[in-house]
């Protein structure tokens, strides 16, 4: 009795046998369609857009596609009144400052009789004019730098005259800026032991206008004080305590000339240059030279 009862209660919680689900439901889902769409994104994305202005930049600053911002969405009339409204506005200003400078042109510039220039003066004026014109055309032509780039005071050359010897008291200075003259020298190596102060680099600042110069320092601190003349280009060697002065002197010297090469100071290997250096170490100031050319 208890197995008939339970089989007659599951038969009546199931009513619907599996032949309605094979037949009759297939037919009931093609007559309502019910179709399901989902997207997935960061954010929700409106599909009508608003028309207010503030929901537009708002949504425009975020980062909302289809939305600009309220500058991009004036009108061409507005547009074109802004513009006319800016031009006027920079044309005001430019009047008012063309003003003001012919008023004070007008403090220094001569006039009725006193502007009226006297012919010799003219002719001085026009006869300058014509030469620097015509100097300036020769230099363009011959120039060995950008027409944009002044030559350097070194490569123009010097004349020794006896003005200059006069300028040069030291018998050791007078000897190398003639010895730069007749060796036609573009550069000057100087080795700077650390005993020797920034002072005595002052009396080489005299020769800046016909030779390059690369100083060879052992202290940062000189380096530091060197670099304030704005005359030397320093590079900062390190001096080992083992060695002799001599072989000292010889890789300075080596490493001197490497790195004027990669500054582009000593173009051709060729050309004569002077080295001047501490005769021996400990000394206080460099009271030797010598004109060395690399064979």
Same mark, same amino acid.
């Given at each position: 009795?208890?197995? &008939? /009862?339970?089989? !007659? =209660?599951?038969? +009546?919680?199931?009513?619907?046998?599996? *032949?309605?689900? %094979?037949?009759?439901?297939?037919?009931?889902?093609?007559?309502?369609?019910?179709?399901?769409?989902?997207?997935? +994104? &960061?954010?929700?994305?409106?599909?009508?857009?608003?028309?207010?202005? /503030?929901?537009?930049?708002?949504?425009?600053?975020?980062?909302?596609?289809?939305?600009?911002?309220?500058?991009?969405?004036?009108?061409?009339? $507005?547009?074109?009144?802004? *513009?006319?409204?800016?031009?006027? $506005?920079?044309?005001?200003?430019?009047?008012?400052?063309? #003003?003001? !400078?012919? $008023?004070?042109? =007008?403090?220094?510039?001569? =006039?009725?009789s006193q502007g009226i220039r006297r012919?010799?003066?003219?002719?001085? /004026?026009?006869?300058?004019?014509?030469?620097?014109?015509?100097? #300036?055309?020769?230099?363009?032509?011959?120039?060995?730098?950008?027409?944009?780039?002044?030559?350097?005071? /070194?490569?123009? =050359?010097?004349?020794?005259?006896?003005?200059?010897? *006069? +300028?040069?008291?030291?018998?050791?200075?007078?000897?190398?800026?003639?010895?730069?003259?007749?060796?036609?020298?573009?550069?000057? #190596?100087?080795?700077?032991?650390?005993?020797?102060?920034?002072?005595?680099?002052?009396?080489?600042?005299?020769?800046?206008?016909?030779?390059?110069?690369?100083?060879?320092?052992?202290?940062?601190?000189?380096?530091?004080?060197?670099?304030?003349?704005?005359?030397?280009? !320093?590079?900062?060697?390190?001096?080992?305590?083992?060695?002799?002065?001599?072989? &000292?002197?010889?890789?300075?010297?080596? !490493?001197?000339?490497?790195?004027?090469?990669?500054? %582009?100071?000593?173009?051709?290997?060729?050309? +004569?240059?002077?080295?001047?250096?501490?005769?021996?170490?400990?000394?206080?100031?460099?009271?030797?030279?010598?004109?060395?050319?690399?064979?």
């Open positions: 009795m208890d197995s &008939e /009862h339970e089989g !007659t =209660g599951k038969v +009546a919680d199931n009513p619907v046998d599996s *032949a309605f689900f %094979d037949t009759l439901w297939p037919l009931i889902l093609n007559e309502n369609p019910c179709r399901l769409e989902s997207e997935s +994104a &960061e954010y929700f994305v409106p599909r009508q857009t608003f028309d207010q202005l /503030h929901w537009h930049s708002m949504l425009s600053q975020v980062g909302y596609p289809g939305y600009e911002t309220p500058q991009d969405l004036l009108c061409c009339g $507005a547009a074109k009144r802004q *513009a006319e409204s800016e031009e006027e $506005a920079e044309r005001a200003q430019n009047k008012a400052a063309e #003003l003001q !400078t012919a $008023a004070a042109l =007008g403090d220094y510039e001569k =006039g009725g012919v010799n003066k003219e002719v001085q /004026h026009l006869r300058r004019q014509r030469e620097r014109r015509q100097k #300036l055309a020769y230099d363009f032509a011959n120039r060995k730098y950008p027409w944009t780039v002044q030559t350097p005071s /070194h490569e123009l =050359g010097f004349v020794l005259t006896p003005e200059l010897r *006069a +300028a040069f008291s030291c018998p050791m200075e007078r000897e190398i800026l003639e010895a730069i003259y007749h060796y036609n020298c573009r550069l000057m #190596l100087i080795d700077a032991s650390t005993e020797i102060c920034v002072e005595d680099f002052k009396r080489w600042v005299k020769f800046r206008p016909y030779v390059q110069m690369l100083v060879l320092v052992r202290c940062p601190r000189v380096e530091r004080h060197l670099q304030l003349l704005n005359v030397f280009q !320093t590079m900062v060697v390190e001096e080992n305590a083992l060695n002799t002065w001599h072989q &000292e002197l010889q890789s300075s010297l080596r !490493t001197g000339l490497k790195e004027a090469q990669s500054r %582009d100071l000593f173009r051709n290997c060729a050309d +004569a240059f002077v080295f001047i250096f501490s005769r021996y170490r400990g000394i206080c100031t460099c009271d030797t030279y010598k004109i060395l050319r690399i064979m």
